[in-house]
């Protein structure tokens, strides 16, 4: 090995010792113990799935989920058929889109209905985590009262932990988030006319 080489490593590990101190400094002052409650939003593809990663996550290690699905129908759920025979207790609204229905009325029952199963686990302290999919549409259409959510997520078991999925989530639930994700969308293959595929998409 030359002398440049040398140099280049060396470089290399002062570097990455700096890396190191900084991150072990983050990690020595993480002292708090405390369900989490994070916010996956924005535009892009993924928040649903990056949701259940979550959940898969928290069954592989021996802990306990609810999903409440808001928005989605009755069409197959890949996520749920691999979760539900785990044990995650599963309620999906259950009507599919709203600009499907067109039915306010509807929508808001079904809704609510969803809401009522959601605080019922939001109460539960056997439950390690509970994931709220696309609940942020159900605030932003005014069909779920955003200071009901915010209570119900302030009062819930200390060590709960939370996820809310989807677009455009209320300022109010992000100012009391711990943890926030934003998905952008870059590029989509829809936008060009390629149809949702199962296993893939749903």
Not at 11 to 23: D, L, N, P, S, V
Not at 73 to 95: A, I, Q, S, Y
Not at 112 to 135: G, H, P, R, T, Y
Not at 145 to 174: F, W, Y
């Amino acid at each position: 090995m030359s002398d440049i080489d040398d140099l280049k490593k060396e470089k290399h590990q002062k570097r990455q010792q700096k890396i190191k101190e900084g991150i072990d400094a983050k990690v020595a002052k993480a002292t708090k113990e405390q369900g989490i409650f994070m916010v996956i939003t924005g535009n892009g593809k993924g928040k649903s799935t990056a949701g259940f990663g979550t959940v898969l996550r928290t069954v592989g290690h021996d802990q306990t989920a609810g999903v409440i699905q808001f928005v989605k129908g009755k069409w197959p759920c890949g996520e749920r058929n691999v979760l539900e025979k785990l044990g995650v207790k599963f309620h999906v609204m259950g009507t599919g889109f709203t600009w499907n229905t067109q039915d306010k009325e509807l929508d808001t029952e079904a809704a609510q209905a969803a809401w009522q199963q959601a605080k019922l686990m939001l109460q539960d302290e056997s439950l390690d985590l509970v994931l709220l999919d696309e609940i942020t549409y159900m605030v932003s259409y005014g069909y779920i009262d955003c200071e009901e959510v915010i209570s119900a997520i302030k009062n819930r078991p200390p060590m709960q932990h939370i996820i809310i999925t989807g677009r455009a989530c209320h300022r109010s639930l992000l100012e009391i988030a711990d943890t926030i994700s934003e998905v952008k969308p870059t590029r989509h293959a829809f936008e060009n006319g390629v149809k949702a595929r199962i296993g893939f998409d749903y």
